[in-house]
RNA sequence: GGGCGGAUAGCUCAGCGGUAGAGCGUCGCCCUUACACGGCGAGGGUCGCAGGUUCGAAACCUGCUCCGCCUACCA
């Protein structure tokens, strides 16, 4: 690591193709089925062949590959197999679209081989493109295993479920009302239907009933469908209508005579006329009365839903044509009662757009409730869980509530079904009423045609977890291994297409769940929260994060924001940032400057890196020697004990499919404390000339390193391997990917050094808020006063200045026991210990008075809310005693701090001071402060009457009795004489005289809320009194206990992102 | 209509019964020989509204208001 160089900063593009390559080259992530470890298998959920991957492919590879990295690294054998999926309609549309464009010719045109051809021809030029994309995102598939939903074996599987289930009574044909798509002109699943919300009309078509002058109004969203009407439907106990029922209507237009019938469930009496038109063949609630009453289905349609010629006079309309001309001659008949808006739920068909028409049709079926109750039953013996377990009940109530399944498409891209038709005397086929046979070939006698059908989609990926490791070859080396697969990782808006029916078919034909456990992820959506769509024009290519990309290839609303284009941002950026955006139950809105961030946070890892390269000279580790037996210093100690943390809450984190706590763990870990703190302190060290320093140094340096890149690994696998490969240490394997994840080390833990740790931050970062607060240039050395009475904080500060001084800027560090504070000079009250920089000549103290004044207030309001829980009697006998002890301790060195601030702000008081008043209580600070802010007239050098009195008992030798005041009053004195060394020592004995008086009852509190009642105060001030002796004193831990707070009160905390 | 989720700092979100947190953005001082994709410091919140439980509520309960998503046959 020492000769080599490294660019300045991080270059993902180049290292990541190259590794990329290499992984695939040196084949490390083909699983080995005879292997010994622990199995761990994901599948892929498969995307279309034929489309390329946007953000929420990036999101689930992420998630995949970080589970995958993680216990490929723990020791399990592991399989994450990639795959593809056929996507029946999606891509029989895009060929058949393409085909329209380029060659002006419609699927039919080319007949089926020939079409199908084409699609094999489109599947082989683009089905590359995903496999390309989820190498760049550095997803470490077992290529080797990769499967296509219509490859030979996976077809296998499918013939054979369809063959059982058939054979079980499971799988059946019959002709019911369907969900059609007259664009696609093939039926669809209930699931393939999207429900919108849509403005149309509610007309009122008077029917006239037969020998009789008088009408029935009927109430309709869909005039044109009363072509194929079959009944009139009004409510049996509606006394409007009940004299009707069993009579009949005239239907208009077509004038057939149909009935009145009588039927509660289809009808609210108190919907528009009370009257429903009965179209059996046309809609779904109609359908199940025509049942009931055992109707007429009369259909109207024809495939691409014109009328048919059940239609009579409007045979060869369009539906919506239709629709206008049924109006229009309502109207001339007068018939027609009236046409309001009404908003209506509209069944579009999720991939034409187009409002799907019912249509009644033969089909196959899955008969699936017995399949269902296995998989309930399975969810509910806890055989399968949810992470996050809120999708379980989702899961169950469509499960619980589930019809049967269509699964015959009219379509030629997909499985064609396994059932075979005799073929006529005449050469003809009856698809509609002869029986099929079902079987792989058809039967030797007679002749057959196959069903020209497919089947749905999702039938075929319902098996992928079995079908993809060799199933139905029972002896599959594969299958015995990995299934049931450890992790289901998907999207949570496929629950009910894929992971319930790879549920039931894994139950059935497995006979164990397909999966122990299914994380569902969010959906993907852009910084404005809005879905990421083709039509929004809001998709972004994922490889144009990774590698960057000019505007002109961004979508419009990208490109407004970055004019000039994206940088490439690489690979593990986007992964961090996906993995940091992780949580449960809710949308993730991606951010490119968040994505940003994290490539900031790459590039400080790297230049972590190359600030070792720099200076770990010749050091080698060889692994023989375990860091903690080396001569350690503070620092390394510290940060080998906060690594041991991050190691321990990366791994709980990743137990519980938190991602986003490991992200900011990682985040916090290296940035905030390896970077922030460690290097900074390790460079006296490495820039001296003491060698074992040195080495001990360079040792840690590279063990941190080395644990936190495997750490990372999982979440950004290119910049890890990059730079791991470059620490000057001995390997046992040679790629990152296949070392051993950090476990969480005891031996690491020291918590002394975190203790000893915590006063030399506190005072660095007290140093550093004057510096701040005060605008002192950071190239300004300063000289600094550590006061405390902790002797271990002394102690730790004097044998720990050479940490302090180049940290705070220092040229010049005094420790000491509380006493004399400087004069001019800024304070800072931290814990167990006040800070002084003499600011004289630097800064206007006015400045440092205002801060101060602040400081003052903010604990007096803390103070206050605490002093506030006290006042009811109840806190302190009912809370938990540690609790009221805890805001006792608060309390009291709020109110220490509060004193000391004033003290201070005193100290460094305008030289134009007005003195404080005779006063016989207590002082209170903050009131004489505001007096001498509006009485800052009087003149400098003339002190009044009290000071002159003071120097006048001073004259005659009787100092021995002044009293505190009398002290301050002439250190104001002096100051106004400019006479400042003797101000301070006056300052002091004004201290000393108040020393006795707060150890019994402490002044502060009623410094602090002067206007509570007395009666209230008691017991926070026995608190008070109580609670700076010497219990305290060995808890200097406290802030290293700080769950949150790594390394002290408000330590590093404050990292981007 | 039913179900689920959300409403906390300008933005994106953690926190889920005991002193309001992070990242980004903002402001100030700095090109300090790993990093300006940087360093150091700071400001910023009556935790959607109204009740209730509790010594104590951002957190638990009830109701309400908005905003998402899923689901459903009001023609």
Aim: aromatic share 8%; net charge neutral; charged share 30%.
């Amino acid at each position: 690591m020492s000769s080599e160089e490294l660019s300045k900063s991080y270059e993902p593009t180049e290292v990541e193709a190259r590794w990329s390559k290499k992984w695939l080259d040196d084949g490390l992530f083909r699983a080995d089925p005879h292997s010994k470890k622990p199995p761990f298998s994901i599948v892929l959920p498969p995307p279309n062949v034929t489309g390329s991957l946007h953000l929420g492919h990036a999101l689930t590879a992420t998630i995949q590959d970080i589970l995958t990295r993680w216990k490929r690294m723990s020791g399990f054998n592991v399989l994450w197999l990639p795959g593809t999926d056929h996507a029946g309609i999606a891509t029989q549309m895009v060929v058949e679209r393409e085909l329209m464009k380029t060659e002006k010719k419609s699927r039919h045109d080319l007949g089926r081989e020939e079409f199908l051809k084409r699609v094999w021809a489109w599947k082989q030029q683009y089905g590359e493109r995903i496999g390309q994309q989820h190498r760049l995102l550095g997803a470490s598939l077992d290529w080797s295993r990769e499967r296509f939903t219509m490859d030979a074996g996976v077809s296998e599987a499918v013939k054979e479920v369809f063959i059982r289930l058939h054979k079980e009574g499971l799988i059946y044909r019959a002709n019911r009302l369907i969900n059609w798509d007259p664009v696609l002109r093939t039926a669809l699943s209930d699931l393939e239907v999207d429900n919108e919300e849509t403005n149309g009309s509610l007309w009122s078509i008077a029917y006239p009933v037969e020998g009789s002058t008088e009408k029935l109004v009927v109430a309709t969203t869909r005039p044109e469908t009363m072509l194929g009407d079959t009944a009139v439907a009004v409510h049996p106990d509606d006394e409007r209508y009940k004299h009707l029922i069993g009579k009949n209507v005239v239907l208009p237009l077509v004038n057939r005579k149909i009935p009145i019938i009588a039927d509660k469930e289809l009808v609210d009496p108190k919907f528009g006329t009370g009257v429903v038109k009965v179209t059996p063949a046309h809609d779904h609630n109609d359908y199940a009365t025509g049942i009931r009453h055992d109707l007429p289905m009369i259909n109207i349609f024809t495939e691409t839903a014109f009328v048919n010629e059940n239609g009579g006079p409007y045979q060869g309309l369009e539906r919506f044509a239709a629709r206008k001309k049924v109006l229009e001659d309502l109207t001339a008949l007068e018939l027609l009662v009236e046409e309001k808006p009404h908003k209506l739920p509209l069944a579009k068909s999720q991939r034409s757009g187009v409002p799907v028409e019912p249509r009644l049709s033969r089909q196959w079926y899955v008969k699936v409730k017995p399949l269902a109750e296995r998989a309930l039953k399975a969810v509910a013996d806890g055989r399968t869980k949810f992470v996050p377990d809120q999708w379980t009940a989702t899961f169950n109530r469509w499960l619980e509530n589930i019809t049967d399944w269509c699964v015959s498409r009219q379509l030629w891209w997909g499985h064609q079904i396994p059932a075979w038709f005799p073929v006529g005397a005449d050469s003809t086929v009856d698809f509609e009423n002869s029986t099929p046979f079902v079987g792989r070939e058809p039967p030797a006698e007679g002749q057959w045609v196959q069903d020209p059908d497919v089947l749905d989609t999702w039938f075929s990926s319902a098996l992928w977890p079995f079908s993809t490791l060799g199933w139905p070859d029972a002896s599959s080396p594969d299958l015995k291994t990995w299934y049931p697969n450890s992790v289901m990782e998907t999207g949570h808006d496929i629950i009910f297409f894929w992971v319930a029916r790879m549920m039931m078919m894994g139950l059935h034909f497995m006979d164990d769940v397909p999966f122990r456990t299914v994380y569902l992820h969010a959906m993907v959506r852009d910084e404005k929260g809005e879905k990421m769509s083709k039509t929004k024009g809001n998709v972004i290519d994922p490889l144009d994060i990774i590698q960057g990309a000019p505007p002109e290839r961004l979508p419009a609303s990208i490109k407004n924001k970055y004019p000039k284009g994206l940088e490439p941002m690489g690979a593990d950026a986007l992964r961090f940032t996906l993995a940091a955006l992780t949580q449960q139950g809710r949308d993730i809105k991606l951010s490119i400057d968040r994505i940003g961030g994290y490539k900031a946070f790459c590039n400080k890892l790297w230049n972590a890196t190359r600030f070792g390269m720099m200076n770990l000279g010749d050091f080698q580790d060889d692994g023989r020697v375990f860091i903690k037996e080396r001569a350690l210093s503070l620092s390394d100690r510290w940060i080998l004990s906060r690594l041991d943390r991050a190691v321990r809450e990366t791994g709980d984190a990743l137990e519980r499919y938190a991602f986003s706590d490991a992200t900011s763990t990682l985040y916090q870990f290296i940035w905030g404390e390896f970077c922030d703190w460690y290097i900074e302190l390790s460079k006296g060290a490495l820039y001296g000339d003491d060698d074992a320093a040195k080495t001990s140094t360079r040792a840690t340096f590279v063990f941190c390193l080395d644990r936190v890149l495997r750490l990372l690994h999982p979440f950004a696998p290119f910049i890890t391997e990059e730079i791991w490969q470059k620490l000057p240490m001995a390997r046992t394997v040679n790629s990152i990917a296949i070392a051993e994840f950090p476990k969480p080390d005891d031996r690491l833990r020291d918590e002394v050094a975190e203790a000893t740790m915590a006063p030399v931050i506190t005072a660095i970062e007290g140093i550093r808020t004057v510096r701040g607060e005060s605008n002192l240039s950071p190239a300004l050395r300063i000289e600094a006063l550590v006061q405390s009475d902790e002797s271990m904080v002394r102690e730790t500060l004097e044998t720990y200045r050479r940490y302090v001084l180049p940290l705070a800027g220092l040229s010049k560090l005094t420790v000491e026991r509380l006493g004399t504070k400087p004069p001019q000079a800024a304070a800072e009250i931290r814990h167990q210990m006040e800070i002084y920089v003499p600011l004289a000549g630097l800064v206007d103290l006015a400045e440092e008075r205002e801060r101060l004044k602040k400081e003052i207030g903010k604990s007096e309001a803390e103070s206050a809310q605490i002093q506030k829980k006290f006042e009811n009697p109840n806190y302190a006998t009912r809370a938990p005693p540690d609790v009221v002890e805890k805001d006792k301790a608060r309390l009291a060195e709020l109110a220490s701090r509060v004193g000391k601030l004033n003290d201070n702000l005193k100290r460094i008081a305008p030289v134009e001071v007005r003195v404080a008043p005779p006063a016989s209580g207590p002082v209170n600070l903050v009131e004489e402060l505001k007096a001498e802010l509006s009485e800052m007239t009087v003149p400098a050098g003339e002190p009044d009457q009290q000071v002159r009195e003071a120097l006048d008992k001073l004259r005659e030798g009787t100092k021995e009795g002044l009293s505190s005041q009398d002290h301050r009053d002439l250190g104001v004195a002096y100051m106004n004489m400019g006479l400042v060394d003797d101000a301070v020592r006056e300052f002091n004995a004004a201290k000393e005289e108040d020393e006795p008086a707060k150890k019994k009852a402490p002044a502060a509190p009623k410094k602090t809320a002067p206007k509570k009642a007395a009666p209230k105060k008691t017991a926070p001030k026995k608190a008070v009194a109580k609670k700076p002796a010497p219990k305290k004193k060995p808890a200097p831990k406290k802030p290293a206990a700080a769950k949150k707070k790594p390394v002290a009160k408000k330590p590093t905390a404050k990292k981007k992102r």
